[in-house]
């Protein structure tokens, strides 16, 4: 199973650019990258997923090198509304294409006025 | 588009009774998984259903049940309750859930006294 692996918390400011970089040494060849945003007592957001190279939507970018072995998620200029548990995902399909999400810890990220 | 709804969003249940909650997917999504979310775990996921099968499960005890209905519908069961059942029961959909972005509901929180 692919596991991941992220730092725990992170702090910033706001108008600042945040990077939350995800290790996922074992990611497989059929496998995608996703990035959650959850707040408290609300279900996980989708922001972004990408398979290789750089994914850019409204709110965030996505840059995956060519080993696929890391992500790091950018969110230019982030406000206090922010803040939030960031988690990034690799899709586990499985045997026979199932679809299951397996989350880790998440980064606790706090923005700062 | 509406977004995925859960019912009921709250729940208080006593030790030994069973609960029953029900979660409706985005129209048009054929997946829907099931995610349990307590503070000392984190996100769990317990299992997913497709076009009324069960395709894949969790690490779950068979306390936790589910099934889904041919509008894609799905509820979740868990029998017995257990002080440890509190959390947030988060319910996801996808369109075919391989490899997709699944889309949360806001949870049903449920308390076991």
């Known amino acids: 199973l692919a596991k991941t692996t992220q730092p725990i918390s992170m702090d910033s400011y706001e108008g600042q650019e945040v990077n939350i970089t995800c290790s996922h040494n074992?990611?497989?060849?059929?496998?995608?990258i996703t990035w959650y945003q959850q707040f408290p007592s609300q279900g996980p957001r989708f922001i972004i997923q990408?398979?290789?190279t750089k994914v850019t939507n409204e709110v965030a970018s996505l840059f995956i090198p060519a080993d696929r072995k890391s992500s790091t998620l950018s969110l230019p200029r982030v406000s206090l509304s922010d803040t939030a548990v960031y988690y990034c995902?690799?899709?586990?399909?499985?045997?026979?294409?199932?679809?299951?999400?397996?989350f880790g810890a998440g980064t606790r990220l706090a923005v700062h006025p | 588009k509406a977004g995925v709804t859960q019912t009921p969003r709250y729940l208080i249940k006593t030790r030994g009774q069973q609960v029953t909650l029900s979660c409706s997917p985005i129209?048009?999504?054929?997946?829907v998984s099931w995610y349990q979310q307590t503070p000392g775990q984190g996100l769990q996921f317990l299992f997913e259903?497709?076009?009324?099968?069960?395709?894949n499960k969790g690490n779950f005890p068979g306390r936790f049940s589910g099934r889904q209905f041919s509008n894609s519908r799905s509820e979740m069961n868990v029998s017995t309750l257990e002080l440890g059942d509190s959390a947030l029961y988060l319910c996801?959909?996808?369109?075919?859930?391989?490899?997709?972005?699944?889309?949360f509901g806001p949870g049903t929180r449920l308390l076991v006294l």
């Open positions: 996801a959909s996808s369109l075919a859930g391989y490899q997709e972005t699944q889309y």
């Open positions: 074992n990611i497989a060849t059929n496998d995608y």
């Open positions: 990408g398979y290789k």
């Open positions: 995902l690799v899709g586990d399909a499985g045997p026979g294409g199932y679809n299951k999400l397996i």
């Open positions: 129209s048009g999504h054929r997946s």
């Open positions: 259903y497709f076009s009324e099968t069960q395709r």
